[in-house]
């Protein structure tokens, strides 16, 4: 529950913060806490039941900071992410993200490799400690999954088998996206991510 708290309390700040920087923007604010207009439920826990289909992701640039160890550490790492953004004078263009490279089932923990991101809509010239790089166009398994942030992961082997189904495997690093700001919604039971896994036909 600690980590939990701590993860929430970075996405309040980090969340509120991106929409107050996106306000310039016509549109880009609004999408942060907008219902999610998505052509898939939204799964609940315990996530018996988690719709899943794919799509074409389209080339996204973003700024980021990348570290090993936990995946717990990815709330800090978001903070850090975007108060260097805001140092740099960045803009943001829309909610934050995480990439997650490795199995922690398969990869010791100090080990894990993830990306704390902040999309953008062109390439800026960030400095340390933030880089910048485009996540690539692919064909991408998909779900939007309710609950809380740290929870989220318990609704990924749905989506697993639903690439088994289709006889794809992962094929690059799982994205979550994290759609709401935990304080513009009443219970932690509304906030929503959608997980985006690169999938490619099975060998």
């Known amino acids: 529950m600690r980590f939990q708290l701590s993860f929430a309390t970075t996405l309040i700040v980090l969340l509120a913060s991106c929409q107050a920087t996106s306000r310039s923007k016509p549109g880009a604010a609004e999408s ?55 140092a740099d004078g960045l803009e943001i263009s829309g909610p934050p993200f995480a990439l997650y490279y490795d199995d922690p089932g398969a990869v010791a923990v100090d080990e894990l490799r993830m990306r704390a991101c902040l999309p953008v809509e062109s390439q800026p010239t960030p400095q340390a400690p933030l880089a910048f790089d485009v996540l690539p166009s692919t064909t991408v398994v998909y779900a939007f999954i309710g609950g809380p942030y740290p929870e989220v992961p318990r609704a990924y082997p749905s989506l697993f088998a639903f690439m088994r189904r289709l006889n794809w495997s992962e094929s690059g690093p799982i994205r979550e996206i994290y759609l709401r700001s935990p304080s513009s919604v009443g219970d932690w039971s509304e906030l ?10 099975a060998r």
């Not at 929503?192 to 036909?201: F, K, N, R």
Request: no cysteine; glycine share 6%.
């Open 192 to 201: 929503v991510t959608e997980v985006q896994i690169p999938a490619a036909l």
């Open 32 to 86: 942060l806490d907008l219902p999610i207009a998505g052509d898939l439920p939204v799964a609940q826990p315990p996530y018996q039941q988690v719709e899943a289909d794919w799509k074409q992701r389209i080339d996204q640039p973003y700024v980021y900071i990348e570290a090993r160890g936990s995946y717990t550490g990815i709330g800090k790492l978001l903070e850090r992410a975007f108060k260097a953004a805001v």
